[in-house]
């Protein structure tokens, strides 16, 4: 082989060698833009899946607070109804006491 040969084959390894250094970056930069775009859209589902929890949370936790608040409202009525059943019995109770002193007087 000749020098001439020699350098010629030196130039075309180097002319190979920056192909494959150019397209290996190039590979590269599109193996990091997918996986940007990957890490992107799994953040977005992940930030969607978090509020959909949320809002199922809040819709349990008002779903809850209504049934409760139902309740206290019923207990609350029947407390009442027991109250007026009291003050009526014992409204007729004086009312027939306040007679009864009356005629017997």
Partial sequence: MSGIDAV???VETEAQARRIVDE????AQHIISEAREQAERMRQ????????????????????ADAEARQSDVETEQILDTYRKLSEERKAAAVSKAVELILNA
């Fill in 8 to 10: 010629k084959k030196i």
């Fill in 24 to 27: 290996a970056s190039a590979r």
């Fill in 45 to 64: 589902e992940a930030t969607t899946r978090a509020q959909q929890r949320r809002e199922e949370i809040l819709r349990e936790a008002k779903e809850k």
